[in-house]
Nanobody
């Protein structure tokens, strides 16, 4: 069974920084694209950033230049470094990964449980 476990959320002042981590565990054969999404009460879930297995990245316009996504393939872990945080970044952040487990041997999308990020004075 595959699990994604996020950590690193919390309360931070505007202009501050946070680093989110998401580790995939279980009987994993391979992991493709890993990504971070976020959802607030006012908005639908939206893609924040993604990183492919080859390392290419994609960012939402609202976070370009402030957030950086990276991954450690050996540790099956993806990170999101968030700098210059704004109140509008407040949301629950979810990790997502395209994982091929040993059984069944086909890729599926997996989600973490979410971690709260609150940006407030």
């Amino acid at each position: 069974q595959v699990q994604l476990v996020e950590s690193g959320g919390g309360l931070v002042q505007p202009g501050g920084s946070l680093r989110l981590s998401c580790a995939a565990s279980g009987s994993i054969v391979s992991i493709g694209t890993m990504a971070w999404y976020r959802q607030s009460p006012e908005k639908q879930r939206e893609l924040v950033a993604s990183i492919r297995s080859g390392g290419s990245t994609n960012y939402a316009d609202s976070v370009k230049g402030r957030f950086t996504i990276s991954r450690d393939i050996a540790k099956n872990t993806v990170y999101l470094q968030m700098n210059s945080l704004k109140p509008e970044d407040t949301a629950v952040y979810y990790c997502n990964a395209d994982v091929t487990p040993r059984l069944p041997l086909r890729p599926s999308a997996y989600w973490g449980q979410g971690t709260q990020v609150t940006v407030s004075p």
